[in-house]
């Protein structure tokens, strides 16, 4: 379906920053008329009898003075962001400038476009599905390098055609009943719940698959759970507040000093870390200490991520072990602080630890000696080996997951009908469902699908 009676509008591409380029871009039926009356090419021709896809040199010309020396990218539709014909203006940028350019564009007759109204149009062109369309607007947002991967990941199309597949078995499934009720001569519904229930099992996996990839969605969106953990004493806090740069926690030679846990974000390369500091874990008589060691076991099953700090001074002890064999199957980094007073021997750190794999970091948090290390022990872990974002897709949007669910739902609904050995239609009823709620994510139209699909497979009213 095109919408191309849109009018025309601009916006600055580019943000409005104190430098770089600014870009201007102009979408809709008029663009090259309006690049007509603002834009003076060098070589003198004009912007409607440029080539598509070709950039000019030249000025933008308000009222017989040169706004700006520019830049000028022609793109003819269909084959462009908006499916309308687009020119882009990149001009010296700077905000006065940039401002100056946009303003000259408005008056040739553009309009100022709405925040996203470019990927809407987009969107309502048929260029991009609702997922990609909502990527976009994660892309803008991505607060994390992570999360800008993900959104690339989602735009390229990961999602939809991992839903267009789902939906088009569904699809032939109630084609194919709807036809046999219709025409039983001609087909055959023997054998049917059978494979329609290995298909349903099939597909209710793959929508788990994608709901599951929702808590790696968390991690990239929210930042990843990092607990800091360690019997008392040993650093924590002081390792938070290096970290962050700033004194948050308290910090004081009294073992226990710590009695709640404590958040606080910080970005890492790009990376979103949510730190909690916690309290120092032992046995304790002390109430509200034993509450806060209990909320710090309790972070520490929830945590993506565990900084495990050991005092150098007095080495890895048996309840280190312990803790740290309880919390066997988390990512773990030991960190053995105080290094400043003790030298960092790993090989008695390893030996005690029996473990050769666990990364091992000699620190020093009043030193700050070790920190760059940490820093990048933990974007190298997420960067490079545990998230893998290349082949994976990650459901990050909390509405296309609720819309997994429900579609997850209306699959169990049709197992359930046929191990009750329900009628036929009633399969075809919670399939549509399923259909509908996957169709949603993705923004497709439903009405006209299955009658599409049951003329076009099975040849009814032949
Ligand atoms: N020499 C030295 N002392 C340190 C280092 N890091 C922390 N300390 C000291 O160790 C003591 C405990 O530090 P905290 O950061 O409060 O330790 P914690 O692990 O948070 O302790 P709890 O909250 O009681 O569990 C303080 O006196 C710190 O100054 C270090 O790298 N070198
Ligand atoms: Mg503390």
Redesign the pocket.
């Known amino acids: 379906m095109q919408h191309m009676e849109h009018d025309t509008i601009a916006a600055i591409a580019s943000g409005l920053s104190a430098s770089g380029i600014g870009i201007i871009r102009v979408s809709g039926n008029a663009a090259f008329e309006i690049g007509d009356a603002v834009f003076r090419a060098a070589s003198g021709k004009k912007v409607s009898e440029m080539e598509s896809f070709k950039a000019a040199y030249g000025f933008i010309v308000a009222d017989g003075k040169t706004v700006d020396e520019v830049l000028l990218l022609k793109m003819k539709a269909p084959h462009t962001y908006t499916r309308e014909d687009i020119i882009e203006i990149d001009c010296h940028g700077g905000i006065v400038v940039t401002k100056a350019v946009l303003d000259t564009v408005l008056a040739a007759g553009a309009r100022p476009a709405e925040p996203g109204e470019f990927t809407k149009r987009a969107f309502l062109n048929g260029r991009i599905d609702r997922t990609q369309a909502e990527a976009v607007s994660d892309i803008i947002a991505a607060k994390s390098s992570l999360a800008l991967k993900n959104s690339v990941n989602q735009l390229r199309g990961d999602v939809k055609t991992k839903i267009a597949s789902l939906r088009d078995t569904i699809l032939s499934k109630t084609a194919f009943i709807e036809a046999a009720l219709d025409d039983p001569e001609h087909y055959s519904l023997d054998g049917f719940p059978e494979t329609l229930s290995e298909d349903t099992d099939k597909m209710i996996d793959e929508i788990s698959r994608l709901i599951k990839s929702n808590d790696n969605g968390r991690i990239i969106k929210e930042g990843i759970n990092t607990v800091i953990l360690?019997?008392?004493?040993?650093?924590?806090?002081?390792?938070l507040n290096v970290i962050l740069g700033e004194e948050r926690?308290?910090?004081?030679?009294?073992?226990?000093?710590?009695r709640d846990t404590l958040e606080e974000t910080v970005v890492l390369d790009g990376i979103v870390l949510k730190m909690i500091?916690t309290?120092?874990i032992r046995d304790t008589d002390n109430m509200i200490e034993r509450i806060g060691v209990d909320r710090a076991r309790a972070a520490a099953q929830e945590a993506d991520l565990i900084l495990y700090?050991v005092d150098a001074t007095v080495g890895v002890t048996d309840e280190d072990t312990d803790i740290l064999n309880m919390l066997k199957d988390k990512k773990c980094i030991i960190l053995v602080?105080?290094?400043?007073?003790e030298e960092f021997d790993e090989g008695k750190i390893r030996a005690k630890l029996q473990s050769s794999s666990v990364p091992v970091i000699g620190?020093?948090?009043?030193?700050q000696t070790g920190i760059d290390e940490l820093k990048k022990c933990i974007t190298d872990m997420f960067f490079a080996g545990s998230l893998d974002f290349n082949d994976e897709i990650y459901i990050t949007n909390i509405r296309q997951k609720n819309l997994l669910i429900e579609a997850k739902k209306s699959l169990e609904a049709v197992k359930d009908s046929l191990l009750a050995g329900m009628p036929e239609d009633f399969y075809s009823i919670d399939l549509m469902a399923a259909y509908t709620s996957l169709g949603l994510i993705t923004g497709d139209n439903v009405e006209d699908d299955l009658a599409d699909r049951i003329f076009s497979e099975f040849c009814m009213g032949k």
């Not at 360690?230 to 390792?239: V, Y």
């Not at 926690?249 to 710590?258: Q, R």
């Open positions: 360690g019997r008392p004493n040993a650093g924590k806090s002081s390792l926690a308290i910090v004081t030679d009294i073992a226990g000093t710590t500091d309290a120092g700090v602080n105080k290094t400043d007073v620190i020093s948090a009043t030193k």
